[in-house]
């Protein structure tokens, strides 16, 4: 278990946390937490802005696969995969790979990268459809925190449970008032986060031994 940032070539967004904070009704809130359209190709204000592939992901990928030293045949399952970008930048750096991906939106499944699309299905990270063991790596991108405590804790735990070897999650999370403040003004869909100390504290109890890092709004 090890805090590392893997998604550090990422390109950092730009936050306005005033102007989501002001824009952020209960409306809002509501549709984005349907994780349809308005939350993947809507307004920024409901979620993404438009969540199109632009290659971002394959250094994040790349050094995965380094980090991991992961065989050209590896077993690599993303919960919460939209669309499936990172899955199919896998495929490119690994051909030989196989892939899964699990996300509760219909809207992005449906509209995933065709590469990948026949890999991906409906479901919900605290209830993977997977045997023990099943997968080399499992990544989880900013997305278990979207469920309340108890099924955030089931979710680490199924990735726990259907992962051989590795599990890189991100999640949710501050180091100081701040960075409270501002993730408090920003979030629309999160269900459970908390201090990062808090983080550490839960993953040896709840039994995740994979390793982590954060979603900072700093």
């Given at each position: 278990?090890?805090?590392?940032?893997?998604?550090?070539?990422?390109?950092?967004?730009?936050?306005?946390?005033?102007?989501?904070?002001?824009?952020?009704?209960?409306?809002?809130?509501?549709?984005?937490?349907?994780?349809?359209?308005?939350?993947?190709?809507?307004?920024?204000?409901?979620?993404?802005?438009?969540?199109?592939?632009?290659?971002?992901?394959?250094?994040?990928?790349?050094?995965?696969?380094?980090?991991?030293?992961?065989?050209?045949?590896?077993?690599?399952?993303d919960v919460g995969c939209a669309k499936g970008f990172m899955l199919h930048d896998f495929k490119e750096v690994m051909p030989g790979c196989t892939v899964a991906g699990v996300d509760i939106s219909?809207?992005?499944?449906?509209?995933?990268?065709?590469?990948?699309?026949?890999?991906?299905?409906?479901?919900?990270?605290?209830?993977?459809?997977?045997?023990?063991?099943?997968?080399?790596?499992?990544?989880?991108?900013?997305?278990?925190?979207?469920?309340?405590?108890?099924?955030?804790?089931?979710?680490?735990?199924?990735?726990?449970?259907?992962?051989?070897?590795?599990?890189?999650?991100?999640?949710?999370?501050?180091?100081?008032?701040?960075?409270?403040?501002?993730?408090?003004?920003?979030?629309?869909?999160?269900?459970?986060?908390?201090?990062?100390?808090?983080?550490?504290?839960?993953?040896?109890?709840?039994?995740?031994?994979?390793?982590?890092?954060?979603?900072?709004?700093?």
């Amino acid at each position: 278990m090890s805090e590392i940032n893997l998604l550090s070539t990422h390109p950092a967004a730009k936050r306005n946390y005033e102007k989501r904070a002001a824009e952020k009704t209960p409306e809002i809130i509501r549709t984005a937490k349907k994780f349809g359209k308005d939350f993947f190709d809507g307004d920024r204000k409901c979620g993404y802005g438009g969540f199109k592939y632009d290659g971002r992901w394959k250094a994040v990928v790349e050094r995965m696969r380094q980090y991991y030293d992961l065989p050209d045949n590896a077993a690599i399952l993303d919960v919460g995969c939209a669309k499936g970008f990172m899955l199919h930048d896998f495929k490119e750096v690994m051909p030989g790979c196989t892939v899964a991906g699990v996300d509760i939106s219909e809207y992005a499944i449906e509209n995933a990268m065709d590469s990948v699309k026949t890999e991906l299905k409906i479901g919900s990270a605290d209830k993977l459809d997977f045997p023990d063991n099943s997968f080399d790596l499992v990544i989880s991108i900013n997305s278990i925190h979207n469920l309340f405590p108890d099924r955030c804790t089931k979710a680490l735990q199924e990735i726990e449970r259907v992962s051989r070897g590795h599990s890189y999650i991100t999640v949710d999370a501050w180091r100081n008032e701040q960075e409270h403040e501002n993730l408090l003004k920003w979030v629309l869909t999160a269900e459970t986060y908390m201090h990062v100390d808090d983080w550490k504290k839960l993953f040896p109890e709840i039994g995740f031994s994979g390793d982590y890092y954060w979603f900072i709004a700093d």
